[in-house]
């Protein structure tokens, strides 16, 4: 119950800081760019995610099912993680910056140096908050991975880069694009090493083991499976907003990409319950009896529904005025794009923690088959919609496919699994209990 609750407090803050960065980042680029900005935060997200090749996923779910004498155990997932943090993750970051450079050949000012640097530091510190957070949970660290845990990085990320990009805002008004991204490069640091030297800490008394390259590839030998899933993921949650880069004008992408932003708001806790919740499932679903684990996952996903509800009332009643607050008046004709998509991530909600269920209990692969799949019928879909009737069309058919592709996930774990993970009317609190980390 604690790690729940305190799951909470670290919710309501990162929604404050979430908010707080997109505000001050959004009258730093303008409408022109922060469409712009938008994509390249998403996408260095997954880039970073896939830098770790899903070490941290694989991580979590075998922490968690550690036996805590086993120094031997703990010892290769240090060795797994050293890995991928001095090659993978720092080859994926230096591409990701040379690509950004190659694109960006509009920027004729100075900045577009800056502008690939920063993206590809970006890479590098969102892997590492990833890995961080997914690990300190596994091993028992609940509060400390709870602040790393949500969008933009949990509370105290969210919180550190609110607090720089305004400070950049206040002295350098006209950095446009090159001091958004370094404000949200400068205020993720201090977490991440942070949570690095945390976690360094606690197994510290382990060896370190030999040969890189060979453990390298064992994870992804290991872990391909979660690399697939998560990025498939990802990619499904992200992927009108790329379309919109790709397909509409600067001001269009720019209106879907603040709807985006914060209509994500609502998959906060979604997305942070997969993580507070996942050692627990890893953990009851290998027990014969499922009973428990039903109980646990209908709570959790009404739990879901409940947090999600309370910000998708505001903003269905109020989109125009939020969008006004938030990012200033030239965005409040993203009010019908908002709606739509916050009423599918309040839906989504709804249907419960299926994928991370099935991840969680050694089905990963399936995970993959249908987040692939999806992925391939909302590129279809979304290229038509796109074309045909705009940012409208667009998220019209971003709600739809990403509804179809939760209620999939839903009947495999009913299959797979044997229960069922969508909201309850009647919730058991008391289960909150068995999620000590």
Not at 126 to 146: D, E, I, Y
Not at 148 to 172: D, K, N, P
Not at 296 to 306: D, K, Y
Not at 357 to 372: F, N, P
């Amino acid at each position: 119950m604690r790690s729940v609750q305190w799951f909470g407090a670290s919710y309501g803050i990162a929604i404050i800081g979430y908010l707080g960065v997109n505000a001050a980042a959004s009258r730093l680029v303008g409408v022109s760019d922060f469409g712009r900005f938008v994509v390249i935060v998403n996408a260095t997200i997954l880039l970073g995610q896939l830098g770790l090749l899903g070490v941290h996923r694989s991580g979590l779910r075998e922490a968690a099912q550690l036996d805590y004498a086993d120094v031997d155990r703990l010892a290769e997932l240090r060795a797994g993680v050293a890995a991928v943090t001095t090659l993978a993750l720092p080859t994926v970051s230096l591409s990701t910056g040379l690509v950004t450079w190659l694109l960006l050949d509009q920027y004729d000012d100075g900045s577009r140096l800056w502008v690939a640097l920063l993206t590809g530091i970006l890479v590098y510190l969102t892997g590492q908050q990833r890995l961080c957070a997914n690990f300190l949970r596994g091993l028992g660290h609940v509060r400390v991975a709870g602040l790393l845990e949500g969008r933009s990085g949990g509370a105290f990320v969210a919180v550190s880069q609110t607090a720089v990009v305004l400070l950049i805002l206040l002295l350098w008004p006209e950095s446009g694009l090159v001091g958004a991204l370094a404000g949200t490069v400068a205020g993720f640091a201090l977490p991440v090493l942070l949570a690095r030297a945390f976690l360094g800490r606690r197994w510290a008394h382990t060896q370190r083991q030999p040969g890189r390259w060979r453990n390298l590839t064992k994870v992804f030998r290991r872990d391909w499976k979660f690399v697939v899933s998560q990025s498939g993921a990802y990619a499904n949650s992200s992927l009108e907003l790329w379309l919109a880069a790709a397909l509409l004008s600067p001001f269009a992408t720019s209106m879907f990409g603040a709807s985006y932003r914060l209509a994500h708001l609502l998959a906060i806790p979604n997305t942070s319950l997969q993580t507070v919740f996942s050692p627990a499932i890893a953990r009851m679903s290998a027990q014969k009896d499922r009973k428990p684990l039903q109980h646990l996952l209908r709570t959790g996903s009404s739990l879901a529904t409940v947090m999600s509800a309370l910000v998708w009332l505001p903003l269905v009643c109020f989109p125009a005025a939020i969008l006004t607050l938030v990012f200033g008046a030239d965005f409040k004709d993203a009010a019908a794009v908002l709606v739509i998509l916050a009423s599918g991530y309040v839906v989504r909600a709804m249907c419960g923690l299926s994928a991370v269920t099935l991840s969680m209990s050694h089905r990963e692969g399936v995970v993959a088959i249908v987040t692939w799949s999806g992925l391939a019928l909302r590129v279809v879909l979304g290229v038509i919609a796109a074309l045909t009737w705009g940012v409208i069309g667009l998220a019209a058919t971003s709600v739809a496919t990403m509804l179809f592709n939760n209620a999939l996930m839903w009947w495999h774990v009913r299959r797979l699994v044997g229960v069922s993970t969508h909201a309850t009317l009647r919730p058991r609190l008391r289960m909150l209990n068995k999620v000590s980390g």
